[in-house]
């Protein structure tokens, strides 16, 4: 039966902070900028933010990322860096724990590096030691992260015992075999390797670089190399380009990485310049990964620049949603939404064969709600969506929906483009093209809602993130089509039940405040 269905969910406070917040909301908000179910840091301002050492241990996920502070040295306050810590049973409902990675402990500033489990099976930590011109590592005392040895710095050696010059910055740790490797990050990426991880001596060049998107001198940092299916992947970023990946095999001879294929996993707006003066013009940053437990390969990365047009970095910490990576046989790159997500579900609606009728004139696209079919009205602050599109309907035509849809054409529009094989979220574009899905597999998105930010998964290919600055008071979702009706298969909607507890908590122990001298 075609029809369009109305559906009404409990209001839950919702407010925006990059456009005006209502005086009236902020008074009967709590915490007006609190997420539901992101991680976000409780105490405001938090730049730079990047996620770091991620551990499942004992039944506990463990993160850590970056936190700026004042710390005052010989009277004179400068700005460093702590490791805040946080633990979960879920990598959902998260719990800060105290900070002690910090600089009254280490005597330096904590900078990006990853969590590795040592040959006996103990957590380690590898980073970039802010202050103090070297690689770190710090070894923990216990499986609760609760305690930790004196850090000390990675000094590598060439094969003649000299002293070998490198660069050191944004390090990895990894094992194969019995041997550890290390990379340091930035412009070059020198690999070191050793026995007992006290003794480095410098192999060389870490990537190969014979293939095109692999140039001498660029930029990676924030490195994370891990086996994903037969293949190995290099997780990183370059500041110009934002998060990425690099997918080919261990060379065990030449002791090198050999990249056989690259792909973005953050795509720029419109109104966004990543080749100006200042690169920092990109929202998906700093990943991290872990492998669960029961073996799938799990990622964060810090949303950047979220509302940001004139390349500054937000000053918040917000992680993306975890998200799980995979490389099935046919060598493509999943990326869906974390499963334990649908355990938040309540209260499902589901909408079966509406129809959208095509809309005339094509000028309307960038104006498209108020043309567009009203589908649901999503009264909510917390909601995942998964709409399914035939195949035969989806790859002949534009079609798209709009979030947050008001009467004048106002909103936030997902946006497919079969001509150009694209996907837009917002004023954001990356290629995802309907028609190298296989045959018989239809067009399935993934939406979560969480107040202003929303992050768009589509057929496990292509993930988006984006935020609207003004949607109070615009719960519509409206569908629209050119070139001929389209049929929507099914539309499922639930509200998310909050997973914020922690952080609520965390705003007022402040168990994270690191120490200021």
């Not at 990675?154 to 003649?160: F, G, I, K, P, T």
């Not at 293939?211 to 299916?229: H, Q, R, T, Y």
């Not at 003004?470 to 039940?497: C, H, Q, S």
């Amino acid at each position: 039966m075609k029809h369009t269905i109305q559906i009404a969910f409990a209001a839950v406070a919702s407010i925006s902070i990059w456009g005006s917040t209502p005086a009236a909301l902020a008074a009967d908000s709590p915490d007006p900028v609190a997420l539901n179910f992101h991680l976000m840091h409780p105490g405001g301002d938090s730049a730079p933010g990047d996620p770091n050492a991620a551990f499942y241990l004992d039944g506990t996920y463990h993160l850590h990322y970056i936190l700026a502070h004042d710390w005052i040295v010989d009277g004179k306050t400068k700005k460093s860096f702590s490791f805040v810590h946080v633990t979960s049973p879920d990598m959902l409902h998260w719990t800060w724990q105290p900070t002690k990675l910090q600089p009254s402990f280490t005597g330096h500033g904590m900078f990006s590096g990853t969590g590795f489990l040592t040959k006996e099976g103990i957590p380690a930590i590898i980073y970039h030691g802010a202050g103090s011109g070297r690689n770190q590592i710090v070894i923990a005392k216990d499986r609760q992260l609760s305690a930790w040895e004196k850090p000390y710095p990675v000094e590598a050696r060439n094969a003649d015992g000299t002293e070998a010059k490198i660069h050191s910055w944004d390090p990895d740790c990894f094992l194969i075999g019995d041997i550890y490797y290390a990379i340091s990050g930035g412009q070059t990426q020198p690999l070191l390797k050793s026995k007992d991880m006290k003794n480095w001596t410098l192999v060389g060049d870490f990537l190969r670089h014979d293939m095109p998107d692999v140039a001498i001198g660029e930029d990676i940092s924030c490195a994370n190399f891990f086996k994903l299916g037969d293949k190995w992947m290099l997780l990183c970023i370059s500041h110009v380009v934002g998060c990425r990946y690099y997918l080919g095999d261990w060379d065990a001879k030449a002791e090198q990485f050999v990249p056989t294929k690259h792909g973005r996993m953050n795509w720029r707006r419109d109104e966004q310049s990543i080749f100006g003066q200042v690169p920092w013009r990109v929202d998906l940053f700093a990943p991290e990964s872990l492998l669960t437990p029961d073996g799938r390969r799990v990622m964060w990365a810090w949303l950047a620049c979220l509302g940001s047009t004139d390349g500054t970095m937000d000053e918040r910490t917000i992680q993306s949603l975890p998200r799980e990576l995979s490389l099935p046989a046919d060598g493509i790159l999943r990326i869906k939404p974390l499963r334990e997500l649908e355990t938040l579900r309540q209260d499902p609606v589901i909408l079966s064969d509406v129809t959208i009728t095509p809309i005339k004139d094509a000028d309307v696209l960038p104006n498209v709600a108020a043309t567009g079919k009203k589908i649901a009205t999503l009264d909510g602050d917390a909601i995942e969506l998964r709409i399914t599109i035939a195949r035969e309907q989806a790859e002949r035509k534009v079609f798209g929906f709009t979030l947050f849809a008001d009467d004048k054409g106002g909103g936030l529009s997902i946006l497919f483009r079969p001509e150009t094989g694209t996907l837009r979220v917002g004023s954001a574009e990356a290629p995802f093209s309907i028609a190298d899905l296989p045959a018989g597999e239809d067009v399935e998105l993934r939406i979560f809602i969480d107040k202003y930010l929303v992050e768009v998964f589509a057929n496990d290919r292509q993930a988006m993130v984006t935020q609207h600055d003004a949607y109070l008071g615009r719960p519509d979702l409206n569908a629209f089509t050119l070139g001929g009706p389209t049929t929507i298969r099914k539309v499922e909607i639930w509200k998310l039940n909050p997973t914020n507890q922690g952080y609520l908590e965390a705003q007022k122990n402040r168990l994270w405040d690191p120490e200021t001298k």
